[in-house]
């Protein structure tokens, strides 16, 4: 029962957020919130912070883990950015329009306390705990990061009018939608699998959020800069 309430509660968070909830405000505030549920319930279910990676040790763990984790995508972005197919990756609508305030609401208040405290705490902290502890670690990854994958259908479905080189690869109009929606349901499950192996190995929460923090803002960031002066100028 508590996995099927955690699961409800991320349901209606996902159909807020993408439906409802569409100012960048009540984003933040439907995160939170669904994110305190989350951890009512893992206490309902028995959970101690160790469990969800949020002891003491864990936060130190994950701390240490922290620069080293963005230091390695602040890399990888460089790299890309080293050849004109990862330039193209970057050629992306959502951050090219934004300003520097909302760039900076973005990468410091949108994605650290909505999208990454949210879902870090779903699918790397209290589901992959409880499930973890009913039928093992292979299990907890394996569900939890099917549901990171779903978790994806509704934001990924305009992702081939907004990135180029989405578009590209599957076209721009209704016809590539479906491809589209697919390739980032695969894609984000895979990465859930990445995100709970470094949560097992670092023994802290704190890990899988520093990265999934730095992937989601650097991004935005080096695509927000590449529109002005890298892919167009």
Do not use: K
Not at 6 to 31: E, G, K, Q
Not at 54 to 83: C, E, K, N, S, Y
Not at 93 to 116: D, K, N
């Amino acid at each position: 029962m508590p996995i099927v309430c955690a699961v409800a509660v991320l349901a209606v968070a996902n159909l807020l957020n993408n439906w409802l909830a569409r100012s960048p405000a009540l984003y933040v505030v439907v995160c939170v919130a669904a994110t305190a549920v989350l951890l009512l319930i893992a206490r309902w279910d028995g959970l101690t912070r160790a469990d969800l990676g949020l002891d003491a040790a864990g936060l130190r763990r994950g701390l240490r883990w922290a620069p080293v984790l963005a230091g390695v995508v602040l890399l990888v972005v460089v790299l890309l950015l080293a050849v004109p197919a990862g330039r193209e990756a970057f050629r992306d609508s959502r951050a090219a329009g934004l300003s520097v305030a909302q760039v900076l609401w973005v990468t410091l208040v949108r994605v650290p306390f909505g999208t990454v405290l949210l879902e870090e705490t779903a699918f790397r902290g209290v589901l992959w705990a409880m499930i973890r502890r009913r039928r093992g670690t292979a299990w907890a990854t394996g569900v939890s990061s099917l549901l990171f994958g779903l978790w994806h259908l509704l934001p990924s479905r305009g992702i081939n009018r907004s990135n180029a080189a989405v578009g590209s690869l599957f076209g721009d109009g209704p016809a590539g939608v479906a491809p589209t929606v697919a390739l980032a349901i695969v894609a984000t499950a895979a990465a859930g699998v990445v995100l709970c192996e470094l949560r097992r190995r670092s023994g802290s929460l704190l890990a899988p959020m520093a990265l999934h923090w730095a992937v989601n803002s650097f991004g935005y960031v080096t695509a927000w800069a590449a529109a002005r002066w890298w892919l167009d100028g």
